[in-house]
């Protein structure tokens, strides 16, 4: 993976997003055009991990993130650790330890918000 292409698209900065792509294994998962592009970089894997694992997490968490949580992709040393939080310094909701990524090192933070029966991934500067 392309470490200076995948900080440059987290970092760029958005005004909102063009358009939302449907997840094709977890119909309630729609994401971005910059996670899109960040996926479409090598990272279609975490899109599967939310997909699969944590827009069902979020629904039985549905009372505690109120419509909007964060998921932090804490990447060192070629792994990765994946929580579900409602908000910065409050209890982790749900957890998911990845063993490889070739992700670059750093936190990453996603914005995971509800909408009308699905849920809604996007980077920081598209909220």
């Not at 392309?2 to 094709?24: A, L, M, Q, V």
């Not at 994946?82 to 490889?100: M, N």
């Amino acid at each position: 993976m392309d470490t200076d292409e995948f900080k440059d698209i987290y970092n760029e900065s958005r005004n909102g997003t063009d358009g939302w792509t449907r997840h094709p294994l977890c119909r309630r998962l729609v994401y971005s055009d910059g996670v899109r592009e960040l996926a479409e970089l090598g990272c279609y894997w975490l899109l599967d991990v939310i997909g699969t694992e944590f827009v069902k997490a979020a629904a039985e968490h549905q009372q505690d993130l109120e419509g909007l949580g964060f998921i932090y992709v804490d990447v060192s040393e070629s792994s990765a650790v994946i929580t579900l939080k409602r908000d910065h310094g409050e209890p982790i909701l749900y957890r998911r330890d990845v063993s490889y990524t070739d992700m670059p090192e750093g936190l990453w933070i996603f914005y995971f918000a509800q909408g009308d029966g699905y849920w809604m991934l996007h980077l920081p500067s598209e909220y």
